[in-house]
T-cell receptor, first 115, second 115 residues
């Protein structure tokens, strides 16, 4: 069965510093998508960044970037210049296969940002 | 732009009661889905639909029914609520056309407690 693993239940980062959240996954598919979603206390799931597995270039969105290692099945999220508003639960997710919208989610990492 | 709207935001039920969680989207998305989120776990797929009149089971479908009579609405029914169904429920939708990028848009969630 496909799995997504986030091994860090909680992380802390000082404001303005950089933090990396880890995610590994297990799939036999060759093409798929990977996502990071942010869930603030409001509960709303907000898409942070998306990576297409067939693209070698790492995705970036402003202060957010990923380190995608396809052979190692690793997909970490780097947040630069952390802000208080970045405090949230972060979920890593993978779609089960290309052409499907079924997602598998990791268990989440709670990020605390210290002033 | 309302996006994905879920009602109610909170609900308390007694064991054995029935209720319907509502989900509506105004983006003309073909794909809609329901997830549940439990403490220490990622979101798990309950049911999904790729269009009006078409539904299918996800990872944890037992105890839940769905129907899709219109593109906009995708209600989730609990026929006889059980304490194990205490959870936060999320509805999500996606466009299935070219360029959709496999991105799902989530509602704000419904917190359900079954006593």
């Amino acid at each position: 069965a496909q799995t997504v693993t986030q091994s860090q239940p909680e992380m802390s980062v000082q404001e303005a510093e950089t933090v990396t959240l880890s995610c590994t996954y297990d799939t036999s598919e060759s093409d798929y998508y990977l996502f990071w979603y942010k869930q603030p206390p409001s509960r709303q799931m907000i898409l942070v960044i998306r990576q297409e597995a067939y693209k070698q270039q790492n995705a970036t969105e402003n202060r957010f970037s990923v380190n995608f290692q396809k052979a190692a099945k690793s997909f970490s999220l780097k947040i630069s210049d952390s802000q208080l508003g970045d405090a949230a639960m972060y979920f890593c997710a993978q779609n089960i296969a290309l052409g499907t919208y079924k997602y598998i989610f990791g268990t989440g990492t709670r990020l605390k940002v210290l002033a | 732009n309302a996006g994905v709207t879920q009602t109610p935001k909170f609900q308390v039920l007694k064991t054995g009661q029935s209720m319907t969680l509502q989900c509506a989207q105004d983006m003309n998305h073909e794909y809609m889905s329901w997830y549940r989120q439990d403490p220490g776990m990622g979101l798990r797929l309950i049911h999904y639909s790729v269009g009006a009149g078409i539904t299918d089971q996800g990872e944890v479908p037992n105890g839940y029914n769905v129907s899709r009579s219109t593109t906009e609405d995708f209600p989730l029914r609990l026929l006889s609520a059980a304490p194990s169904q205490t959870s936060v429920y999320f509805c999500a939708s996606s466009y299935l056309g070219k360029g959709a990028k496999n991105i799902q848009y989530f509602g704000a969630g419904t917190r359900l407690s079954v006593l």
